[in-house]
T-cell receptor
Framework: DSGVTQTPKHLITATGQRVTLRCSPRSGDLSVYWYQQSLDQGLQFLIQYYNGEERAKGNILERFSAQQFPDLHSELNLSSLELGDSALYFC??????????????FGSGTRLTVV | GENVEQHPSTLSVQEGDSAVIKCTYSDSASNYFPWYKQELGKGPQLIIDIRSNVGEKKDQRIAVTLNKTAKHFSLHITETQPEDSAVYFCAASIRKGNTPLVFGKGTRLSVIA
């Protein structure tokens, strides 16, 4: 157990639907990062939050949004889902202040299948 | 922004042989280079990292080397074992900057017993 908890582990949904992925960071970590992993694209950075505030944004689609709550857990919302959104979604946390990178601790991921 | 290229995409070695995975990065400001190992059904796990003020770092059978001039870094695994079979990712970022890790596309290592 890495200390980063992601739920659900698996999600199957239809095109056009909306889903919410949840992440609880390792105790004491203030930064949360979301990554998308598809077969041929590796780990693509989506968005980072630090202590409730958005810190960095990657190639995140407008249909996707995220937030980090006061208890530091984070949610990634994916809407108007398309077949191409099927992927593994990873959350990672770090002990850094948001400006430093000490190495991430990853959760075990949520496998999203859009049918 | 930063771009990380990783080679090879797949690698098969006999048990006991060495494995080498190479990465190049584009942003000369990058100064933090971690390596992650991802086993089937799990998230990536940090196995070793190196910072730009160091040329080489070792941890038992694993070593990482960094050539800042050429902007490339490599992972070396010696005396490979079947449990080393996994996908390995290199990454780069700027410490004390506000930049998340940029990952290579991964190398699937198979150690054949």
């Amino acid at each position: 157990d890495s200390g980063v908890t992601q739920t659900p582990k698996h999600l199957i949904t239809a095109t056009g639907q909306r889903v919410t992925l949840r992440c609880s960071p390792r105790s004491g970590d203030l930064s949360v990062y979301w990554y998308q992993q598809s077969l041929d694209q590796g780990l693509q950075f989506l968005i980072q939050y630090y202590n409730g505030e958005e810190r960095a944004k990657g190639n995140i689609l407008e249909r996707f949004s995220a937030q980090q709550f006061p208890d530091l857990h984070s949610e990634l919302n994916l809407s108007s889902l398309e077949l191409g959104d099927s992927a593994l979604y990873f959350c990672a946390s770090s002990a850094g202040t948001g400006g430093d990178v000490y190495g991430y601790t990853f959760g075990s991921g949520t496998r999203l299948t859009v049918v | 922004g930063e771009n990380v290229e990783q080679h090879p995409s797949t690698l098969s070695v006999q048990e006991g042989d060495s494995a080498v995975i190479k990465c190049t990065y584009s942003d000369s400001a990058s100064n933090y280079f971690p390596w992650y190992k991802q086993e089937l059904g799990k998230g990536p796990q940090l196995i070793i990292d190196i910072r730009s003020n160091v040329g080489e770092k070792k941890d038992q059978r694993i070593a990482v080397t960094l050539n800042k001039t050429a902007k490339h870094f490599s992972l070396h695994i010696t005396e490979t074992q079947p449990e080393d079979s996994a996908v390995y990712f290199c990454a780069a970022s700027i410490r004390k900057g506000n930049t998340p890790l940029v990952f290579g596309k991964g190398t699937r290592l198979s150690v054949i017993a």
